[in-house]
């Protein structure tokens, strides 16, 4: 180790670059922490969705927006809610169990997919390729559906079909049943999609 001492100037100078590389440093950290931190927009697209269902008629369906995505809520009729049990030898997944931690939260995990028989709570896009399925609401024969349909929805895009409660048909392109997000009810005719802490009927 040199025992040579280090000059007044060369000193100065050795603490002043010192100090601009920190300074400098801090100034380039503060942007890049700040781009880690989620914007006002990402917050309120993740936020939990409050949505009013009093006037919600039976056969009726109302679309918010929850993380980006169309989250439908249908109000099922009793017919609707009856015939749900006729067809689970036609769906390819009946009960739920493929992907259940991803797809169906356990109480969901039943005939209708819900917590309440007659309302059905599901993210509206199709599980083959992001598609959103249209309304096909009305039992029987009609274009592009077969003979015995009995209510639900109809993926244009590659014809995946599914039933009132999200269920898919077998032998289609969609591999599994539409998304049951979080979801709880705060009153009888107020949900919140995106939480469900707690939730009951």
């Known amino acids: 180790m040199s025992d040579t001492p280090v000059d007044g100037s060369k000193r100065t100078w050795l603490i002043a670059s010192g100090c601009a590389g920190v300074v400098g440093g801090a100034f380039t950290a503060v942007p890049f922490v700040s781009s880690l931190q989620p914007s006002e927009r990402a917050k309120a697209a993740g936020a939990p969705v409050e949505v009013d269902i009093s006037a919600l008629k039976p056969g009726e369906k109302l679309t918010v927006?929850?993380?980006?995505?169309?989250?439908?809520?249908?109000?099922?009729?009793?017919?609707?809610?009856?015939?749900?049990?006729?067809?689970?030898?036609?769906?390819?997944?009946?009960?739920?169990?493929?992907?259940?931690?991803?797809?169906?939260?356990?109480?969901?995990?039943?005939?209708?997919r819900s917590i309440k028989p007659e309302v059905l709570v599901v993210v509206g896009i199709c599980t083959h390729l992001g598609c959103s399925p249209s309304d096909k609401f009305q039992p029987g024969p009609q274009p592009s559906l077969p003979d015995d349909w009995p209510g639900g929805f109809l993926c244009p895009c590659h014809g995946s079909t599914f039933d009132l409660a999200g269920r898919v048909f077998r032998n289609k392109p969609a591999p599994d049943n539409l998304q049951v997000p979080p979801y709880m009810y705060v009153s009888d005719n107020r949900l919140l999609i995106g939480e469900d802490k707690n939730s009951k009927a």
Not at 72 to 97: G, I, M
């Open 65 to 112: 927006e929850w993380r980006g995505k169309p989250v439908w809520v249908v109000r099922r009729t009793p017919e609707e809610v009856a015939a749900l049990a006729k067809h689970d030898a036609e769906l390819a997944d009946p009960q739920s169990k493929r992907k259940a931690d991803e797809l169906t939260p356990p109480y969901a995990r039943n005939e209708g």
